[in-house]
C-alpha cells in the first residue's frame, strides 16, 4: 500500500517543496524515515505513532518506509510529523488521495493535537510560486498564513480534523483565505521633540531616513549620540506592504513573530551589544539562520559604541552594506538571506571620549587614539554616507523650552522626498532610494549644475576623497535636492553633502 502527501521544509529563507512517500508493506513491523532526515525528523517516529493512536486510530502493524523526496536535500525540524502522520492513515485506511497540489505542514504532540511551527509565511510563499495553492496547518499558524494572498488555509486543531478536511474534500466552510486583514497601526513611544538643540545632527537624520543613508556620529559622552539613534526610526517612512511582508517572513523563520501579530509593520530597530559574534551578526550557524542584519531588514541597524566590536564582525558587515543582502557557504549547501538596512553608528572620537570637547580635556596621546579609530577600517568608513560631529550641548540648549519639531513633521517631509524617488526609479530594478544607486545610474539621475561641478571639482582636489565617497557625496546632495523638491543638485546641495564627510578629513590633527 503507498501514499504520498506534500510538505515543504525551509533551505534559509526558499521553500523547497517535499514529498513525503509511505509504503506500507509485509514483513517485520517496522518505521524507517529516510531521505536525509536530522534528528528532529527522525524523532517524529515516535510522535506520529502516538499521535494516530490516541486519536482514535489503528496504527497499522507493518513494515512502514517513509521517504523525504528529494533525497539528497537534507529535512530538518518538526514540519513533516502531521504529512507522515495523513499518508500513513491514507495508506492503511485506503481513503481517496486527493492531495496533489495541497500542502500539509505541522508538528504533532502526543495525544494528536497540532504545533505551531516556524517559517510558515516564507513556507507558503516559496510554494505558491510552485502552484501549490491549498494549505493545511495548525491553527495557531493561521494568522500568519492568512497574509499571503490566493493561498487557502485549512486550519486544523488535531489530526483528526485533518483527516476530516481531507475526506470532505475541502469543503469552503473550512477554508480560510487572505482578505480583510487586522490593520495595525505604527507608535511609538518616543519621538524628535524630547530632543534639545543638536540641530545638525538631526538634520543629518532626516536626509538619513529620506535617502536610506548609513550614518556614524562622532561626539563626546553623553552628548545624546544614542537618543538621536534611538529616534530615528519615528522618522522613517511607513513600510509598504511588499516591505511588512518580506519583513514578516525573515521574523517567521526566525521564530520571533509575536502573537497575534503576525505582520511586522514598523520599521525594526536592531540594537545589538558589541560583544556580538560576527556569526550572531550576519547569520549563520550548524542549521543557517538569520542574523542581526537580516532582522534589520527595511529597517535600522543600530551599532553604539562601534570600535568595540570586533574587527571581524565590523568587516563582516561590508558585504549587506554594499548589496543588500548575505551569502552563506556550507558544506549541505550555500543561504542567502535579505539585509537591506540602514546603519547608524556610534563612537567617541577618542579612548577617553572628549578629543575636541569644549568641556572637558581629553587625556589621550596621539598614538592611543589613532590605534582606537584605526579598529573601524577605510573600506568599512567609504560605506557609511554620512560622518556626522555630536558636539557637547551649552547650558542655553538643556534648560531651553523652545519647541523642537516632532517626528511627525519630520517624518512628512522625508515622505515626501521618498514619494519622488519611488516615482523616479519606478522603471529601475531593485532600486527603491538614492542610497541603492548604482555608478551607471548616479549619472543617470544625480545631475549637477555648472557652478555645482566647479565647486565639487575644488572639493575633490583639496579634500583628497576616494572614488567611493566622491559617489557618495552626490547621492547625499541628490537625497538633499529631493528633501528641497529640486530637479537639479546645486551648489548649496553639494555644500552640505561635503559637510557630511567628516571623517573623510583627519580628524585628529
Known sequence: MYAVTYSAVLSGMEAIDVQVEVNLSKGIPSFNIVGLPDSAVKESRDRVQSAIFNSGYEFPVKKITINLAPAD??????????????????????????????????????????????????????????????????????????????????????????????????????KLSAGNKKKYTTSYSVDFSEVRGQLYARRALEIASAGSHNLIFVGPPGVGKTMLARRFKTILP???????????????????????????????????????????????????KPGEVSLAHNGVLFLDEF???????LESLRQPLEEGFVSISRVRGNYTFPARFILIAAMNPCPCGYRGDRKSICRCNTGEIRRYQKKISG???????LHVEVPSLTFDEIVSSKFSESSAEIRERVQKAISIQRLRYAEEEGIFTNAHLSDKLIKKYCEVDDKALVFLKDAYDKLSYSVRSFKRIFKIARTIADLDSSFQINTTHIAEAISYRYLDRDFIL
Open 238 to 288: 511607513d513600510m509598504t506592504e511588499e516591505e511588512a511582508l518580506e519583513t514578516s517572513m525573515i521574523y517567521s523563520a526566525a521564530g520571533l513573530l509575536k502573537k497575534g501579530k503576525p505582520l511586522i509593520n514598523n520599521r525594526p530597530f536592531r540594537a545589538p551589544h558589541h560583544s556580538i559574534s560576527d556569526i550572531a551578526i550576519v547569520g549563520g550557524g550548524s542549521k543557517p
Open 73 to 174: 536535500i537534507k529535512k530538518e525540524g518538526s514540519y513533516f510529523d502531521l504529512p507522515i502522520a495523513v499518508a500513513i492513515l491514507i495508506a492503511g485506511m485506503k481513503l481517496k488521495n486527493n492531495l496533489e497540489r495541497v500542502a500539509i505542514i505541522g508538528e504533532l504532540a502526543l495525544d494528536g493535537s497540532c504545533r505551531a511551527v516556524n517559517g510558515i509565511l516564507p513556507m507558503i510563499v516559496g510554494l505558491k510560486k510552485t502552484n501549490i495553492a491549498k494549505f493545511i496547518l495548525p491553527s495557531g499558524n493561521t494568522e500568519e498564513a492568512l497574509l499571503v494572498k490566493g493561498a487557502d488555509i485549512y486550519p486544523v486543531d488535531n489530526l483528526s480534523q485533518a483527516i476530516k478536511v481531507i475526506m470532505n474534500e475541502f469543503k469552503k466552510e473550512n
Open 379 to 385: 573600506p568599512l568608513l567609504d560605506r557609511i554616507d
Open 307 to 313: 570600535p568595540e566590536f570586533t574587527r571581524k564582525t
